[in-house]
């Protein structure tokens, strides 16, 4: 990347373009509210709040300051003022603390700091001609991806400019998953900063091909810990990765946060080996979540495995599903990929509950244990194990150890992940008369942490 040469790059430079993205964001169903509300709120004209306490004060100095709008807000306990410019702003901010007048200024767009003069810092190109200056920790941070994705081609032999392939190419699309706080440097300073980077000097929201594409931003809100927000410089410190899993199963904390839907709103994680006012007799939050795979999904997978091997000598039937089945399937399909497009990650997991759920039913209902007709226990074979490759596919970016075990069990190569053959049944991999993998009694493909276990014997 060529360098932006100004020490503080200026975002009001690209406010219109700015604008025009927000309105295209705001018709986009794959872009969260809470991104292009963020974005919009900075791109306000600057503005100053004033306590109403201060209003005779406020009246008495107006003629001192830069010209401004005074806007009316009674049932606010202060009043605004609003600027065209932020020097404006600056300055009417410059003459209220001078006279003891207590305020706070909104959000606005303002001069994007790039370098200090930090030792251990990025050394930075010479900007200006100033050198000795290194790029402050938050620019850097933004460009970071593109050295990883550089970094990485090398790393595998290709030439490391291939990273263009990814970043600069109207066929790719790179999807950046952030936290809330970070929607001013990824969906403000960012774009601005790769629009910047055009050829050009009419610059746009919508680059040509070559040019940086802007990313697909896609944040959460706020998960909070125990009702608090957390943070590690905070006074509620998060608890680290490696301590919760000595709790959870990486699958169980995963599904467990899929499912609160952090797009919609800030939630609160509540685990309860952390939580000082959780009683013996309440169940984990964390724990319930994972269930759906360490009980219902993991006893059809077992079940069709086991009456497979001690009715069928661990051949997998080759009847083709019924039809109610491919249908039940394809709306499954149909629904979670609409959910999945949208990044309604708690949808999708609704849909596998649902899913799942029909298809443990069906299980008890068709293997009972008495299998006179040898037929209808293969074609009622073939429906469950339909019902289990589909819901291992769908949960294969969710749970990827539980279902990459399935895969091996199943005797299929990883063309089974295919969203090309997502409806198809498992004999387009397979073929007729396909043995299974034996599975040995008590084997689990999803199972608990094995700490849950030493909390329930007690």
Known sequence: MKPVTNWYFKLRDYEQLMKDWVEELKKRKDIRPVVWKTIDEFLKKPVIYIKREFEEKYMGLKDSMPAHNYIEEPKKPSFTIEFDKLSDCDEACRVLTENGIRYRTGKTLVPFRLTGNIEWGVPAPVMDGVEGLTVWVWPESLWAPISFTETYLESIGHDKEEWRDYWC???????????????????????????????????????????????????????????????????????????????????????????????????????????????????????????????????????????????????????????????????????????????????????????IRNGSKYMAKALNGEYPDKEALKQALANLFYMIRIAGVLLHPMAPFGTEKLREYLEVDERIWSWDTILEPLTYFTGNDHKLKFLPPRTDFFTRHESQFAAAEE
């Open 169 to 355: 190419s109207k066929d790719a699309t790179v999807y950046q998953f952030i936290g809330q706080d970070n929607i001013y440097f990824y969906g403000i300073a960012e774009p601005a900063m790769w629009m910047a980077q055009q050829e050009s000097e009419n610059k746009t929201a919508s680059p040509a091909d070559g040019e940086l594409q802007l990313p697909v931003i896609v944040a959460n809100h706020h998960i909070l810990f125990l009702d608090k927000k957390a943070s590690s410089s905070g006074a509620v410190k998060p608890p680290m990765a490696d301590d919760l899993l000595n709790h959870y199963t990486p699958e169980q904390l995963r599904m467990h946060w899929l499912g609160l839907g952090l797009g919609q709103r800030s939630v609160s994680f509540m685990p309860k080996p952390y939580n000082p006012d959780a009683k013996p007799e309440d169940a984990d939050p964390v724990v319930k979540d994972g269930l759906l795979l360490s009980n219902v999904y993991n006893r059809m997978i077992r079940t069709a495995f086991y009456t497979a091997q001690k009715e069928l000598d661990g051949v997998m039937p080759n009847n083709a599903p019924e039809e109610k089945f491919l249908a039940d399937a394809k709306k499954a399909v149909l629904e979670y990929e609409r959910h999945m497009s949208k990044f309604a990650f708690h949808q999708c997991t609704y849909v596998l509950d649902s899913y």
